[in-house]
């Protein structure tokens, strides 16, 4: 919350407070507080994915030794390097993501398939799992030509190369087949057919084929989201994942230029939602925003933390919605300048709420 405060300008308009997230706020300064290693991973990889995606490259500056007064620059990235970066930020963050739920999918692959090691080579790779992958390439297939391109993955011209090299025999079934067209960067919704839509995903994102000069996530990201729109099928638990849809709806905001004003993070914590929604706050519908920011300042007054509630509830500009929570609310000090009529209001509810329990019989009493 103290991050938050202080990358927040309150700027007073008719009396009335209204705070704004300033548009330089970063999301990795969370990730770097101590209590963060205690979320759970589910959380954690949220605010990872939100620092990926919304966080503004830093550019490096000169710097002045303090034992000379030479003044070294640091080299600036170029918008390729950044683009590199980012790509290769969230291929990793993908993988952390995807690959813990990788034991179900290879415990039945294993009894689908007991005698095919290229069955299992293929699922590991629907998981990011590369040296597992690598290494059953090498001890249980003794293939290492496979377990190099596995490993440290060359062009896909290569691997078309060396495909073409191996003969029909040596392709001898269908996952065998599948690798090859995946490190050939031909992955479409038929190789991907029949997998959970996270291992689809991470097939498009990892070993799709892009272009030079292209940007690598708006190729992937779109080409995985034209290939499901055109199959016409309505993912349910996919649709209801907030990754996803975050992922969507960056996509769509950054390449295709669509204002889209509500995204589906309704599974998220109200935190993590919370901080999404001001950095957004202009692009959202205000029905929303209200909706996040009253479910985080609820959880905030069930915990105690009254005064941060009121804090949170100034961002929905809304008087309703913060006499409200003022009237749930204990403060010492009207610190954000809050309009006495409402605070005058507010401990009106909180008198009137106290006469009704005392006015209302118990369900004891009723009986």
Sequence with gaps: MDLVKND??????????????DADASWKPYLNLSEF???????????????????????????????????????????????QKQTLDFKRWLIQTVSSNAEPALHAIQKQEPNDSYAEIFTCMTFGRIQEATSIAMKKMDDYVLAIFLASPLSPENAIRQRNKLSKEKINNKYHEKIWRLLSGQVDSELTGGLDWKQAFMLYIMYGK??????????????????????????????ASPWYN?????????YNCQKLNTVNISGWPARLAWRFVLMFQDELSTTFVTSIVQRWCMELQT???????????????????IIFVLSRSSFDTNEYKIPEGWIKEAK??????????????????SL
């Excluded at 292209?214 to 638990?237: H, S």
């Excluded at 975050?246 to 950054?254: A, E, G, K, L, M």
């Design 8 to 21: 927040t300008t309150i700027q007073m308009l008719e009396n009335i407070p209204y705070p704004t997230l």
């Design 210 to 239: 892009t272009r030079s000069g292209e940007d690598p996530l708006n190729t992937l990201i779109g080409r995985y989201l034209n290939d499901t729109r055109k199959l016409g099928k309505t993912i349910k638990e996919r649709d």
């Design 303 to 321: 915990i105690g933390l009254s005064e941060w509630a009121i804090f949170s509830s100034l961002f929905t500009s809304n008087k309703e919605i």
């Design 348 to 365: 009106e509810k909180w008198q009137n709420s106290l006469i009704f329990k005392k006015d209302t019989p118990s369900i004891a009493q």
């Design 246 to 254: 975050v992922i969507q709806w960056w996509w769509q905001r950054t």
């Design 37 to 83: 290693t205690q979320l759970p991973h589910y959380e954690q990889q949220g605010w990872r994915l939100c620092a990926i995606l919304f966080d503004r490259p830093q550019q490096q500056r000169a710097t002045s030794s303090l034992l000379s007064k030479d003044t070294t620059t640091e080299p600036l990235k170029t918008k390729a390097e950044l683009i």
